[in-house]
Nanobody, 120 residues
Framework: QVQLAESGGGLVQSGGSLNLSCTAS??????MAWFRQAPGQDRELVAA????????TYADSVKGRFTISRDIYKNMVDLQMNALEPEDTAVYYC???????????????WGQGTQVTVSS
């Protein structure tokens, strides 16, 4: 059974940092990603990575502040978030899929989500 388990969310002040981790079990994936959804807004892609970590993509709003990284041996994906802003407040979801097309927003598996709150 495939499971994605997120950890690392919480409350942080503006300008602070958080690291989110997602551990996948049940199978290997060709791509993993982090999405987020703020209240009243659509879910959006934050960052994605191929299985090897050689190809990544980021939302324009987080470029230079967030870094996605893969641990292929542990089947994990991390999201290091620096210089956090109140606008980053959202529920963050880990996602994974069987193909490596980072241009597609369709993912096969989803985690339960972890809350990130940035206070001003």
């Amino acid at each position: 059974q495939v499971q994605l388990a997120e950890s690392g969310g919480g409350l942080v002040q503006s300008g602070g940092s958080l690291n989110l981790s997602c551990t996948a079990s049940g199978r290997a994936f060709s791509a993993m990603a982090w999405f987020r959804q703020a209240p009243g807004q659509d879910r959006e892609l934050v960052a994605a990575s191929t299985w090897s970590g050689r190809t990544t993509t980021y939302a324009d709003s987080v470029k230079g502040r967030f870094t996605i990284s893969r641990d292929i041996y542990k089947n994990m994906v991390d999201l290091q978030m620096n210089a956090l802003e109140p606008e980053d407040t959202a529920v963050y979801y880990c996602a994974a899929k069987r193909n490596a097309d980072l241009g597609s927003m369709e993912y096969d598996y989803w985690g339960q989500g972890t809350q990130v709150t940035v206070s001003s």
